[in-house]
Nanobody, 122 residues
Framework: QVQLVESGGGLVQAGGSLRLSCAAS????????MGWFRQAPGKEREFVAV????????SYANSVKGRFTISRDNAKKTVYLQMNSLKPEDTAVYYC???????????????WGQGTQVTVSS
């Protein structure tokens, strides 16, 4: 498994941008599928985006498609989530996750970060 630490969260006005980073430790990062999930208060954790370990295949939740971009730098063992045109409904704790399957399902990811708070004000 890999150990994951997110950063980059904060408070931003609607329409603004943030870039989340997830730093990984462990020698097998380059072969992990990496994903971002989020959890708003009182709601279940939901899928946001996923990127294949090769880096050319990505998938997004419909709610963020066209606004968010996931990317990775295997040399730096880091995955990013660029979030543009943020909306108040994007407010949540964002979690980085690593796993062995190109999937949108939480149960397919075995490594999780501690989460970083993103708050979008209207």
């Amino acid at each position: 498994q890999v150990q994951l630490v997110e950063s980059g969260g904060g408070l931003v006005q609607a329409g603004g941008s943030l870039r989340l980073s997830c730093a990984a430790s462990g020698r097998t990062f380059s072969t992990y599928v990496m994903g971002w999930f989020r959890q708003a208060p009182g709601k279940e954790r939901e899928f946001v985006a996923v990127i294949h370990w090769i880096g050319s295949s990505t998938s997004y939740a419909n709610s963020v498609k066209g606004r968010f971009t996931i990317s990775r730098d295997n040399a730096k063992k880091t995955v990013y989530l660029q979030m543009n045109s943020l909306k108040p409904e994007d407010t949540a704790v964002y979690y980085c996750a690593g796993g062995g399957y190109y999937s949108r399902k939480r149960e397919d990811f075995g490594s999780w970060g501690q989460g970083t708070q993103v708050t979008v004000s209207s």
